[in-house]
């Protein structure tokens, strides 16, 4: 189709197994896109260009982490790409772009463009750069400005969203809510009979706490305060002293940094880049291709049934996956000849426009036992007929098919209804 990739996209999904999957070299437990944790997963990476074609692809096992998986994409990258193409700039995601793969990424000759993994500190805006505004493609602003670091020479972007910011405060909120709801419990248990209240312990429910909301657990100043007590000593031996110090947890109290506002850097983010200098809104309209991977798993997860998988063997699985893939390119070929004609519908919709069409099948018996079969096309409406001319298709794929068949012929016929038929 004459399509020159001087953009590639990179990611990673996973998908998961219904079964216990126990002799599957494949199949592994790990951190399932899906909040499946409870099944065993496979990984499936993709390098697509913007247009959303598959250039290669990569079936690995579920405990893959998402960071070790760029390299040997990168090195098949690099033998197939033609010399045009060697500057071409990689699109990853922050899960993707350690310190190490950035590196490797030069190194082989390529440019990349990701979201930095931590928020600058201190930065300074650059020398005649000005704040730029767009629009996304829900027509909600987003402010861009160049701004330099002290820890390299890349480009960074600094993005203010609005709308992400309302969205990361009403997360933030919620996230708090819950954390003080499980500080309270706590608390609660150092008053009640049989209740938590030994300071290991209750420092131990405490972490959980934090590991369940790193976000907002940072912010929390707290204070557990303990007294000690002495208690016989069980199983002790005979030159053990009698009696042990236990140190009780007696009250809890936590609350918010002094000076930290939770919601400061809520709605920023700064992208990355090693290009060399570029306006605002083309480093923006670059990133943004990362969006055609992630339908691109939605197609392929939710109307391929690419997920959950079956199959109990690994031969069978890899057959599920290619043929999956290969139904795809099928997919965004027809996606992609829409697009040219400005219809930008995704594969669901289309195939529900498609379905208002039907194949209707007649049947009919005469006295000689044989049954008359005509197959003919409904008339398409005006959204299939528009999907017909970008794709200059015909209005329908025959007109009319009559046959003539003894009735026994049918008996194995599978594309319709079976109906007794009695004659008049």
């Known amino acids: 189709m004459d399509i020159q990739d001087k953009i590639v996209l990179y990611d990673l999904t996973n998908t998961y197994f219904e079964g216990r999957k ?6 592994k437990f790990g951190r399932s896109k899906e909040k499946r944790s409870d099944a065993r997963l496979v990984v499936l990476g993709l390098v697509i260009n913007p247009e959303g074609f598959i250039k290669y692809s990569s079936i690995l096992e579920g405990n893959m982490a998402d960071s070790k998986t760029l390299e040997g994409m990168i090195r098949k990258l690099r033998v197939k790409t033609s010399s045009s193409a060697k500057k071409a700039l990689i699109v990853i995601d922050a899960g993707i772009a350690t310190e190490e ?21 201190t930065y300074q805006i650059e020398a005649g750069a000005a704040t730029v505004s767009v629009t996304d493609n829900r027509k909600q602003k987003i402010d861009l400005c160049r701004v330099k670091s002290d820890r390299n020479t890349d480009y960074y972007l600094k993005v203010e969203s609005q709308a992400k910011e309302l969205k990361e405060r009403s997360m933030n909120g919620q996230f708090r809510s819950r954390f ?17 209240k030994q300071e290991d312990k209750v420092h ?9 909301y790193p976000s907002i657990g940072r912010y929390f100043d707290i204070e557990v305060q303990v007294k000690e007590e002495t208690a016989p000593k069980r199983g002790k031996k005979k030159d053990e002293p009698n009696k042990e110090i236990n140190r009780i947890a007696t009250s809890i109290k936590w609350a918010v940094k002094e000076g930290v506002d939770i919601n400061a850097r809520g709605g ?11 306006s605002e809104e083309n480093v923006w309209q670059f ?27 690994d031969e069978n699985t890899m057959a599920h996956l290619h043929l999956g893939l290969l139904a795809y390119w099928l997919v965004n070929t027809v996606r992609y000849q829409l697009k040219q004609e400005g219809i930008h519908s995704g594969w669901r919709e289309i195939v529900r426009t498609m379905n208002t069409q ?50 026994s012929e049918l008996e194995n016929c599978q594309f319709i209804e079976q109906q007794e038929f009695r004659p008049d």
């Not at 126990?22 to 199949?27: E, F, H, I, N, V």
């Not at 291709?289 to 109990?312: G, M, S």
């Open 22 to 27: 126990l002799g599957s070299k494949l199949a």
């Open 101 to 121: 793969n950035l590196k490797m990424i030069l190194e082989n000759g390529y440019d990349y463009l990701c979201v930095s993994r931590s928020n600058l500190k």
């Open 180 to 196: 003080e709801a499980g500080m309270q419990l706590i608390a609660d248990s150092l008053t009640k009979k049989g209740g938590v």
């Open 204 to 212: 131990q429910r405490i972490g959980r706490l934090k590991q369940k």
């Open 268 to 278: 920023v983010y700064f992208l990355r880049t090693s290009m060399e200098a570029n």
């Open 287 to 313: 990133y943004n291709t990362i969006r055609e991977i992630e339908a691109t798993f939605r197609v392929l997860k939710t109307d391929l049934d690419l997920r959950p998988i079956y199959h109990q063997k």
């Open 358 to 407: 039907k194949a209707v099948t007649t049947l009919a018996q005469n006295n000689h036992e044989e049954v008359i079969m005509i197959r003919r096309c409904s008339e398409p409406n005006q959204a299939v007929r528009k999907l017909y001319d970008a794709l200059k298709y015909k209005y329908a794929p025959f007109v009319k098919r009559k046959s003539v068949v003894h009735k």
